[in-house]
T-cell receptor, first 116, second 117 residues
Framework: DTAVSQTPKYLVTQMGNDKSIKCEQN?????MYWYKQDSKKFLKIMFS???????INETVPNRFSPKSPDKAHLNLHINSLELGDSAVYFC???????????????FGPGTRLLVL | AQKITQTQPGMFVQEKEAVTLDCTYD???????LFWYKQPSSGEMIFLIY??????QNATEGRYSLNFQKARKSANLVISASQLGDSAMYFC??????????????FGTGTRLQVFP
């Protein structure tokens, strides 16, 4: 009965590789997000999708490509991984968008990516 | 300019005591939401409490309460009767409303709380 799930939980890979992280939510929410938490624990938005449509793309390198096959899933594909991509990536979801500032975002458990 | 400021990188509190974690924010949008999240050492982000900009009363959720002072743009988290399991990073976050019309949470840098026996 996990609300927001991510796979894998840990990802260790070599520089230059391509990898994907998957996210699924069973809360019936319309909007999903990817956040990056760096080594200093700072969290920053990367992307958001509402009903499969890209809403936010926060100046992320185009090596990062989100894909939303349906509103319950949001995957993150990363090409040509670099050392600086090492971080924790969180998926989140919320009920609505467009000024619905009251809506809580619920986070997945995070994916710890280490690029060697 | 920082939109969310948490000035306490670390805090210590004795078990059973109350502790206040500070958060100030900056926005020109009259509508906004303020959120606190807890991140224990296991890494997940746990939603704790929400305060809306138009809410007349301070939010409370169990041992968590939010000391919301709108004129001062502060939204401090108060944890009463601290427990060892409260040891974690705590993040303050803001989501702006229709005037800004962005969907993202803006986070502060976090406060690491250590509860000692």
């Amino acid at each position: 009965d996990t609300a927001v799930s991510q796979t894998p939980k840990y990802l260790v890979t070599q520089m230059g590789n391509d990898k994907s992280i998957k996210c699924e939510q069973n809360l019936g929410h319309d909007t999903m997000y990817w956040y990056k938490q760096d080594s200093k624990k700072f969290l920053k938005i990367m992307f958001s999708y509402n009903n499969k449509e890209l809403i936010i793309n926060e100046t992320v390198p185009n090596r990062f490509s989100p894909k939303s096959p349906d509103k319950a899933h949001l995957n993150l594909h990363i090409n040509s991984l670099e050392l600086g991509d090492s971080a924790v990536y969180f998926c989140a979801s919320s009920q609505d968008y467009g000024g619905r500032y009251q809506e809580t975002q619920y986070f997945g458990p995070g994916t710890r990516l280490l690029v060697l | 300019a920082q939109k969310i400021t948490q000035t306490q990188p670390g805090m210590f509190v004795q078990e059973k005591e109350a502790v206040t974690l500070d958060c100030t924010y900056d926005t020109s949008d009259p509508s906004y939401g303020l959120f606190w999240y807890k991140q224990p050492s296991s890494g997940e982000m746990i939603f704790l409490i929400y305060q809306g900009s138009y809410d007349q009363q301070n939010a409370t959720e169990g041992r968590y309460s939010l000391n919301f002072q709108k004129a001062r743009k502060s939204a401090n988290l108060v944890i009463s009767a601290s427990q060892l399991g409260d040891s974690a990073m705590y993040f303050c976050a803001m989501r702006e409303g229709p005037r800004t019309n962005t969907d993202k949470l803006i986070f502060g840098t976090g406060t690491r709380l250590q509860v000692f026996p």
